[in-house]
């Protein structure tokens, strides 16, 4: 089990918004980030502190947090978007914990 | 642009070690503001942080609880590079890993990654 819980997989036809979710206790202390990864490749960091966006990350992209979980959604989602992506944040002890992941389906 | 490079076998022996260097490009490894990280990902553990090293006037090292006992993460200043060590290696350590920065005084998160080694464990 993880200590970030996220939804094993989500769905949206082009054009759609996608939200993905990810809980944990940890989360109203410790900021929250979002990564997209795809096949084959290194993880992309698309959303620090909970919803800042890295240069060069498109707008449609963003972050939230509220409480125990934060969110990510990606508005007027793209075919490109399809992709994994992982919630991680830091844990009480001094160490990184990452979620499960979500594997993101454009239909 | 910072960079990281990967290298080191990708078929290790059980109860051997596993070894990994990252050599980094664009940044420094004793830089004040970054931490230097080793980071798996397998179907069955999903993405799982390793360990990190940093520079904060002294050398500083962390490790996650389930690997403590068996991992180092040591930093090579004189090649700008930082490597990863994980002793008495069994099938469950095959994984791909990667290294990667965190940036510890902007994002607070690793905004720069490897490429990814896939490591087999296997006789």
């Known amino acids: 089990s993880y200590e970030l819980t996220q939804p094993p997989s989500v769905s949206v036809s082009p054009g759609q918004t996608a939200r993905i979710t990810c809980s944990g206790d940890v989360l109203p202390k410790q900021y929250a980030s979002w990564y997209q990864q795809k096949p084959g490749q290194a993880p992309v960091l698309v959303i620090y502190k909970d919803n800042e966006r890295p240069s060069g990350i498109p707008e449609r992209f963003s972050g939230a947090s509220s409480g125990t979980t934060v969110t990510l959604t990606i508005s007027g989602v793209q075919a490109e978007d399809e992709a994994d992506y992982y919630c991680h944040s830091g844990n009480n002890r001094d160490t990184w914990v990452f979620g499960g992941g979500t594997k993101l389906t454009v239909l | 642009q910072v960079q990281l490079q990967q290298s080191g076998p990708g078929l290790v022996k059980p109860s051997q070690t596993l070894s990994l260097t990252c050599a980094i490009s664009?940044?420094?490894?004793?830089?004040?503001?970054?931490?230097w990280n080793w980071i798996r990902q397998s179907p069955s553990r999903g993405l799982e942080w390793l360990g990190r090293t940093y520079y904060r006037s002294e050398w500083y090292m962390d490790y996650a609880v389930s690997v403590k006992s068996r991992v180092i993460v040591n930093a090579d200043t004189s090649k700008n590079q930082f490597s990863l060590q994980l002793n008495s290696v069994t099938p469950e350590d095959t994984a791909v890993y990667f290294c990667?920065?965190?940036?510890?005084?902007?994002?607070?998160?690793?905004?720069?990654w490897g490429p990814g080694t896939l490591v087999a464990v296997s006789p």
């Open positions: 664009g940044d420094s490894v004793s830089s004040k503001s970054g931490t």
């Open positions: 990667a920065r965190l940036d510890a005084t902007g994002s607070e998160a690793f905004d720069v």
